[in-house]
């Protein structure tokens, strides 16, 4: 049991380790004028991933559930390829991805990355990651609990981000080069309100 406490704890390092990344960015879009969204769904969003991480510790510390070979291998897996999406999602939008939904006006939409086939690749991370930590060590009410909260969280948060970037979705994307889609001028290469 103490290597899933490692990787939980692991986890929270992680998740401050967002959260820098995310203040050094919140002062950059801030600089440019951006327009901070959904600032009342923030706190619950916070409370819910903390809940989580203390709710894998509580329950695999209580519940004693056994480390079972065939879930807890592949979830670890599951974990891992989370956490590399999420960070495909930071390095993509670059200092425009965020925990809070802050959208600088006038940039555009990307086309590159993660982006060229899901709107909102990072929630993808969030949602297996949220499933997945748990079940590592055998922790169901804990997958199942944060699951469907999270659920209900997620359908708030993606309405918020999609109506605070509908008016990006009038510019072009930007391309991985640089260059609007359409070809018609230079457009920046980052999708404004990433969140984690």
Known sequence: MTWYILLVLATGAERLAELV????????SLARGAVEHGRRHYPVMVVLHTGLLLGCLAEVATMRPPFRPGLGWPMLAVVVAAQALRWWCVRTLGPRWNT???????LPLVAGGPYRW??????????AEGAALPLVHGAWLTAVLFTLLNAALLTVRIRCE??????ASSVPPATPSGTATDGT??????VPGGLA
């Open 21 to 28: 990344v995310a203040r050094r960015h919140s002062r950059w």
């Open 100 to 106: 809070r939904v802050l959208v600088v006006p006038g």
């Open 118 to 127: 899901l709107r909102h690749p990072n929630y993808v991370a969030v949602v």
């Open 162 to 167: 999609d109506a605070a970037l509908a008016p």
């Open 185 to 190: 001028r230079p457009a920046r290469t980052s």
